[in-house]
């Protein structure tokens, strides 16, 4: 990995600047260094950085901005939005971290998007089929089942946006040029598409296809 090599106590970034070695910190993690050499090589090896970021020059040193250290393992990603905090979903490597918080960044930390790069869960294989199933009020719930893998994650991400209630479909708030998003034709094939299949507790209790 160019800039970077393995240490006893870590990953040490090194750079050869006028036929002198230079160091540019040790870091915890491979992800962590990566990081920063990038950065590094952004600012073009500014001197006055070179170990600002060090865990050897600073013990306490803060993640990149809006990222945590996870209780377990990992790094989350947390944002104040209203004077309340949420958290954004918690990766397994700084880097990937990153990436999603740039997104958020980039796309105005939408609430009901925080958790679309979470590890895609309550999809279960069954007889070639994907089914969506989650707990709700202690009751298993079933939210349908598709062919393929992407398919089910889709619907996933989708029933988080809804907060895991069809109903609610129009609470999603997020427009592009005065027009709904969720008017595109995939929430509501989805949604049509749901309640005609279903034949499920849901179906019932709703009366039907309304």
């Given at each position: 990995?160019k800039?970077?090599?393995?240490?006893?106590?870590?990953?040490?970034?090194?750079?050869?600047?006028?036929?002198?070695?230079?160091?540019?910190?040790?870091?915890?993690?491979?992800?962590?260094?990566?990081?920063y050499?990038?950065?590094?090589?952004?600012?073009?090896?500014?001197?006055t950085k070179?170990?600002?970021?060090?865990?050897?020059?600073?013990?306490?040193?803060?993640?990149?901005?809006?990222?945590?250290?996870?209780?377990?393992?990992?790094?989350?990603i947390?944002?104040?939005?209203?004077h309340k905090?949420?958290?954004?979903g918690?990766?397994?490597?700084?880097?990937?971290?990153?990436?999603?918080?740039?997104?958020f960044?980039?796309?105005?930390?939408?609430?009901?998007?925080?958790l679309i790069?979470?590890?895609p869960?309550?999809?279960?294989?069954?007889?070639?089929?994907y089914?969506?199933?989650?707990?709700?009020?202690?009751?298993?719930?079933?939210?349908?089942?598709?062919?393929?893998?992407?398919d089910?994650?889709?619907?996933?991400?989708?029933?988080?946006?809804?907060?895991?209630?069809?109903?609610?479909?129009?609470?999603?708030?997020?427009?592009?040029?005065?027009?709904?998003?969720?008017?595109?034709?995939?929430?509501?094939?989805?949604?049509?598409?749901?309640?005609?299949?279903?034949?499920?507790?849901?179906?019932?209790?709703?009366?039907?296809?309304?």
């Amino acid at each position: 990995m160019k800039y970077i090599y393995k240490r006893k106590n870590g990953y040490g970034i090194q750079k050869i600047i006028n036929k002198k070695n230079y160091s540019f910190g040790v870091y915890d993690t491979l992800e962590e260094a990566q990081y920063y050499r990038d950065y590094f090589v952004e600012h073009d090896w500014d001197m006055t950085k070179r170990l600002e970021f060090s865990k050897r020059k600073n013990k306490n040193k803060k993640e990149p901005k809006n990222i945590y250290k996870a209780y377990g393992e990992g790094y989350e990603i947390r944002k104040e939005i209203n004077h309340k905090k949420y958290s954004f979903g918690t990766y397994p490597t700084l880097e990937e971290a990153i990436k999603a918080r740039d997104y958020f960044v980039e796309n105005g930390w939408k609430i009901y998007e925080r958790l679309i790069f979470s590890k895609p869960q309550h999809i279960v294989k069954r007889k070639g089929k994907y089914h969506i199933v989650k707990v709700i009020n202690g009751r298993q719930e079933h939210f349908g089942s598709f062919d393929n893998i992407e398919d089910a994650k889709d619907e996933v991400q989708f029933l988080k946006k809804c907060g895991w209630d069809y109903d609610n479909m129009e609470s999603i708030d997020d427009t592009v040029n005065d027009k709904p998003m969720f008017l595109d034709g995939v929430c509501f094939k989805s949604f049509f598409e749901k309640k005609a299949e279903r034949n499920d507790l849901y179906f019932v209790l709703n009366g039907g296809l309304q």
